[in-house]
């Protein structure tokens, strides 16, 4: 099956400096990729997605990179502000096979202001 | 507009009982999907449903189980409660079966 690898496990910036967040998967026929962030108690939000047929993919200070080659893709926030700090996760799934999502064990981001 | 909503938000049970986890999707949404989140860890998949009829299944074992109804409202069924058992367990609709997936808040469940 599906496996999802996701790094660094904490991140730590400074307020105004870019944050990234690398996943790696092993399912080739992966093709949706969505990342979702988790605030403490709260539910994972969907903040951006990406699916195979693009290589890149930018929502204002977000932005998602996609490299099936290597089968990895990443998370780009620019311009953090404390609102950033959070859990993020990434996701992979097979289209084909429903809305299986696998995670990463997740991203604790702290931006210290 | 309401999201997904799920219910209870939190239960405390004691092991070997049973637990049933209600889910109601976004409005005009047809998929649910179940995951359980163990603290500190990424969700797992544990069941997806789409018209009533099951499309996925994680590896979980049998004691878990699940339905939706006609009204794409789900329930998610754990029998014979054990200590691992305890998590927050997450609702994700979708309007069709491999289309984006909103989250529910969850229900925390703690086995005891």
């Known amino acids: 099956g599906e496996n999802v690898e996701q790094h660094p496990s904490t991140l730590s910036v400074q307020e105004g400096d870019s944050a990234v967040i690398k996943c790696t998967y092993s399912?080739?026929?992966?093709?949706?990729f969505p990342w979702y962030k988790q605030e403490l108690g709260k539910r994972p939000q969907l903040i951006i997605d990406?699916?195979?047929?693009?290589g890149e993919k930018k929502d204002q200070r977000i932005a998602v990179t996609l490299n099936k080659t290597a089968k990895h893709f990443s998370l780009h926030i620019t311009e953090t502000q404390p609102e950033d700090s959070a859990v993020y996760f990434c996701a992979a799934s097979f289209g084909a096979a429903g809305n299986k999502l696998t995670f990463g064990g997740g991203t604790r981001v702290l931006v210290k202001p | 507009d309401a999201g997904v909503t799920q219910s209870p938000t939190h239960l405390i049970k004691t092991r070997g009982q049973h637990v049933t986890l209600r889910c109601s999707p976004i409005s005009g949404h047809k998929s649910v999907s179940w995951y359980q989140q163990v603290l500190g860890q990424g969700p797992q998949f544990i069941f997806q449903y789409y018209e009533k009829e099951e499309r996925g299944r994680g590896n979980f074992p049998d004691r878990f189980s699940a339905r939706q109804f006609p009204n794409y409202s789900s329930e998610l069924n754990v029998n014979a409660l054990l200590l691992g058992d305890s998590a927050l367990y997450l609702c994700?609709?979708?309007?069709?079966?491999?289309?984006?997936?909103?989250f529910g808040q969850g229900t925390r469940l703690t086995v005891v």
């Open positions: 990406i699916r195979s047929n693009v």
């Open positions: 399912d080739s026929a992966s093709n949706y």
């Open positions: 994700a609709s979708s309007f069709q079966v491999f289309t984006e997936a909103f």
